[in-house]
């Protein structure tokens, strides 16, 4: 350690020989959280809670019944978002990078997903089934995987060329993929589709994955979604249901969505990669708020706007300490 | 939970707009609270104490 670093360190250590004044940082702890928790029980006896309805696959099956079909179409031919996602869930994509960095990819599939079974047929299997799906679920279970997979495919590919419209939909090869549809359709207008994804073997269930995955891919939560002002593209992570106020600390990773290229899904590679280059942006930002004093310029701001001045202005009167001079 | 308060809460929301800005009037009336409550600490005279030690 250098003279100079000794005396430094020493004139730091030594203790305080100016002006002082009492406080008491346990008082004043006690008073803010005494104020905060009558302001939250105020506040929540007299506004409550966001209470939209909740989504359910009963309220989807009801509300928009050939939506529901198309999706449990797609999900048994693998052409769902959940299906071609990539990791975490399956290894249909590569999913998200941002450059060379492969981040999705290289983090593996840690939570897989095989939306054939369990998003179709091991919840049909749960119930107690009429003869024809019994006997298509038969069928689709003895057949060979290359044979499952042109079925759904051949009837996806019809349901897309008919615009989603069920009723129009031509004859064909599908084998027993309508009526496991179908089934299924049934099944969620019931109510029963939900208790069966949502069982886990557990007592509690807390995991929502399954659920949450099956609603993003047909319009249900889409259309919730945009209804309710929460999509991405319009500030919708600083939003809440409802009049509640929202989220407004993320205005910063909000606004990013908001402006090019990054709010142009067409737009290689950033629009394409947008989750990944924000994120990347908000640590860097991040990293540069906890740096804030090792960066030179920025960590002498508060000389330059010396907003603590105006603060513990009577101090600096009393004490007739004057602004440094730059 | 009911009341009109309640339902006029879970009413939807309004939004001002204004090209890519866009934001709900709720969120808007807290952030006037927060910087509002912020510029009452900078202006807010601290009060005087009853002694001073030296």
Known sequence: ?326 | MTGWISDFMNHPATYLKSGWLQISVSNLIVIILMLTIFALAVLIPFPKDKEDHK
Do not use: C
């Not at chain 1, 670093?5 to 803010?32: C, L, M, N, Q």
């Not at chain 1, 990539?86 to 290894?91: F, L, R, S, V």
């Not at chain 1, 983090?107 to 024809?132: H, M, Y």
């Not at chain 1, 009526?179 to 019931?190: I, P």
């Open chain 1, 1 to 326: 350690m250098s003279v100079s670093k000794e005396a430094k360190h020493a004139f730091d250590a030594a203790p305080w020989t100016g002006k002082t004044k009492r406080y008491d940082i346990v008082k004043e702890g006690s008073i803010a959280v005494a104020l905060v928790a009558i302001m939250a029980i105020f506040l929540s006896l007299f506004l409550g809670s966001p209470d939209d309805t909740p989504l359910t696959f009963k309220g989807w099956a009801i509300s928009n019944p050939d939506n529901f079909y198309a999706t449990a179409v797609q999900e048994l031919s693998g052409s769902s978002g959940t299906a071609t996602y990539g990791a975490p869930y399956n290894k249909a994509a590569d999913g998200l990078n941002v450059g060379p960095l492969w981040l999705q990819k290289w983090a593996g599939v840690t939570r897989p997903i095989d939306t054939v079974n369990e998003f179709v047929i091991a919840p049909l299997s749960t119930q107690v089934l009429s003869t024809d799906i019994a006997s298509a679920l038969a069928t689709w279970k003895s057949a060979a995987d290359s044979q499952k997979h042109d079925w759904a495919v051949a009837y996806d590919d019809a349901i897309t060329k008919a615009e989603g419209k069920i009723s129009t939909v031509p004859a064909g090869a599908y084998g027993p993929v309508p009526v496991l549809a179908q089934g299924l359709t049934d099944m969620a207008k019931g109510g029963a589709l939900d208790a069966a994804l949502l069982s886990q073997g557990g007592f509690f269930q807390t995991d929502n994955t399954k659920q949450i995955l099956f609603f993003g891919d047909g319009a249900y939560l889409d259309e919730a979604g945009t209804t309710a002002n929460l999509q991405g593209g319009t500030w919708g992570m600083m939003n809440e249901t409802g009049r509640y106020p929202g989220q407004a600390w993320l205005w910063l990773y909000s606004f990013w969505y908001q402006i090019p290229p990054f709010n142009n899904e067409n737009s290689k590679p950033i629009g394409t990669n947008a989750d990944a280059y924000i994120m990347v942006i908000m640590g860097i930002m991040s990293l540069g708020l906890i740096l804030i004093p090792v960066i030179p310029g920025v960590r002498s701001l508060p000389m330059r706007i010396p907003i603590h001045r105006g603060i513990w202005r009577q101090y600096y009167d009393e004490n007739g300490i004057k602004r440094r001079k730059k």
